[in-house]
């Protein structure tokens, strides 16, 4: 493979979360475990994001990783972000200066894998001040290479069962639109806007907690993993 890997997690979570999911990916890219990391991503790191100045340390934190990483390696880096990891690894992809700090990972991040990943979610935007955000950043111009991994497990439902009755909520947050399908948590609107390059995983949910079959599991990765493959390969 011609990218160095590093896994994000998604918002509130524990790097260690992740660990099934790196071990699936080192089999299947042929890397060593320990030269793929899990940004070390804390959930207070995220409750700072609730305020415009918390986007600093994290960033910092992941450039840190990213140029590390490409470093030691030699490689562009391939970022494997789940849920808001996918949302802030696209956006480092894009952007030279973020809140008038500039990271320049976008230089060495050769693509970014949502996995789930929100990144056209109104009330993201709104509650983590994302918009303030990139009135005060500086993009690329070029745009990033980024592939949609979603799921398509429930469709909402006011009136529906339990599952769809959730998802309806849960989706009319992000979008508007309840009746959307998803992941559960995610309306695939939200993961897939218009001219995003994407994938649907039929029956697959956002989190691990919901159901076995969400993005990290092994099976699910086994589904993924070509594709991305191929996605990377097209982009060469």
């Known amino acids: ?30 890397t060593a475990v320990a030269d793929i990391p899990i940004a070390p991503l804390y959930p207070l790191d995220w409750a700072k994001l609730f305020r415009l100045d918390g986007w600093n340390r994290l960033l910092n934190k992941l450039t ?24 802030i690894g696209k956006l480092l992809s894009e952007h030279a200066e973020i809140n008038g700090i500039r990271h320049d990972a976008h230089e060495i991040i050769g693509a970014v ?13 709104r509650v983590l001040k994302y918009k303030e955000l990139l009135q005060h950043s500086i993009p690329t111009g070029t745009g990033g290479r980024y592939l949609a991994v979603y799921g398509d497990a429930v469709k909402g439902d006011l009136r529906g ?31 897939l806007p218009e001219g995003t390059i994407g994938l649907k995983l039929p029956g697959v949910y956002h989190e691990k907690v919901l159901s076995l079959s969400w993005y990290g599991a ?5 589904q993924w993993w070509p594709h991305v493959v191929e996605f990377l390969d097209a982009a060469n």
């Not at 894998?113 to 935007?125: K, Q, T």
């Not at 639109?177 to 993961?191: F, N």
């Open 1 to 30: 493979m011609k990218y160095t890997i590093v896994i994000v997690g998604g918002m509130m979570s524990w790097p260690n979360r992740y660990e099934e999911m790196r071990d699936t990916v080192a089999e299947l890219s042929g």
């Open 64 to 87: 840190s990783l990213i140029l590390e990483r490409a470093e030691s390696s030699g490689s562009r880096v391939l970022i494997l972000g789940h849920s808001l990891g996918g949302v």
């Open 113 to 125: 894998i949502g996995l789930g990943s929100p990144i056209d979610s109104r009330r993201v935007e």
């Open 161 to 191: 069962k339990l599952a769809e009755r959730y998802a309806y909520q849960a989706y009319r947050w992000h979008t508007g639109r309840g009746e959307d399908r998803g992941d559960l948590l995610i309306p695939a609107a939200a993961m």
């Open 218 to 222: 092994p099976a699910i990765i086994h």
